[in-house]
């Protein structure tokens, strides 16, 4: 049930354009998230602002569910950016940055085709 107010409160900071996201393409909706069982994968621009109001959707759900959101064992995948930009992001999550190819759930993710 938490899952579906964490899920809302993004919603709501899209629609509002608060978060901006990603669009794939035009006349697309814009991809902010996506939810599986328990996890969340955010999906934004690498921006200080985008990652300071993802940081206020995390903290509204853990006031609204009295669970707290553990960032050390978080992961951040930031594609395409600067060093700095990184810097100021890893310091408003406080958790740290990975990178592609990786595994979730045991399905590898890429970026573009895979070469055998």
């Known amino acids: 049930m938490m899952v579906e107010v964490l899920g809302r409160t993004i919603k709501y900071f899209r629609d509002t354009q608060v978060l ?4 794939s393409a035009p006349n697309c909706t814009t991809t902010i998230h996506h939810q599986f069982v328990d996890d969340t994968i955010f ?3 690498v921006e200080r602002g985008e990652a300071i109001q993802f ?3 995390l903290n509204i759900y853990e006031k609204a ?3 707290k959101i553990n960032f050390q064992k978080n992961k951040l995948y930031l594609l395409k950016c600067y060093e700095i930009s990184k ?3 890893i310091k408003v999550w406080g958790c740290k940055i990975d990178e592609l190819p990786t595994r979730y759930l045991g399905m590898p993710l890429y ?3 895979l070469k055998y």
């Open 55 to 57: 940081k206020k959707v």
């Open 65 to 67: 569910s009295y669970q």
């Open 20 to 23: 901006k996201g990603l669009i």
């Open 43 to 45: 999906i934004g621009r």
């Open 111 to 113: 970026i573009g085709r």
């Open 87 to 89: 810097k100021r992001i």
